[in-house]
């Protein structure tokens, strides 16, 4: 505290030298002002003060790039969102393209390898969705981290 502090005590002496003055009793007592005390607490709270704005930047801070990281990722997952409708839409032409192969090779106007080569795209293709369709669950998954909730259950 910064107040002035009374102090008093006593004490009691046993004395056993032979040549000494013998037993006593001394009473004292004492007044001290804390002059030195008296910038502390302004210095303290300062302390304090900086303390909580460092706090809250930090705080702001990171909601901040919390937020950069759910747009980030709410992009990406509109990014994977069309590219898994390209992808179906060429799964389709592949499908198309497949079947006008086979179509042309029983009857004579195309060679087995071009049925294989449009089997190979449409089984790209294939994988090409599945890893889409991946990427945009992991991003879906890091969404929901992010936000610290399932979606899945909000929804039910």
């Known amino acids: 505290a910064n107040y002035p502090r009374l102090q008093m005590g006593n004490r009691f002496v046993i004395d056993r030298d032979p040549l000494g003055g013998g037993n006593y009793f001394m009473v004292f007592s004492g007044l001290s002002f804390p002059i ?5 607490r302004r210095l303290k709270e300062d302390e304090l003060n900086i303390r909580k704005n460092a706090k809250q930047f930090e705080l702001k801070d990171i909601k901040r790039n919390i937020k950069i990281q759910i747009t980030s990722i709410y992009s990406e997952l509109l990014k994977q969102k069309e590219l898994i409708e390209l992808r179906t839409k060429s799964l389709k032409t592949a499908e198309e ?13 195309s060679t087995n390898t071009e049925v294989l080569n449009t089997h190979k795209t449409l089984i790209e293709t294939r994988l090409s969705i599945e890893h889409a369709v991946f990427e945009f669950l992991l991003n879906f998954a890091d969404l929901e981290f992010m936000l610290g909730v399932n979606i899945y259950e909000i929804g039910s």
């Open 36 to 40: 030195l005390d008296w910038g502390k």
């Open 97 to 109: 393209a497949s079947q006008y192969a086979e179509i042309s090779c029983r009857s004579g106007l």
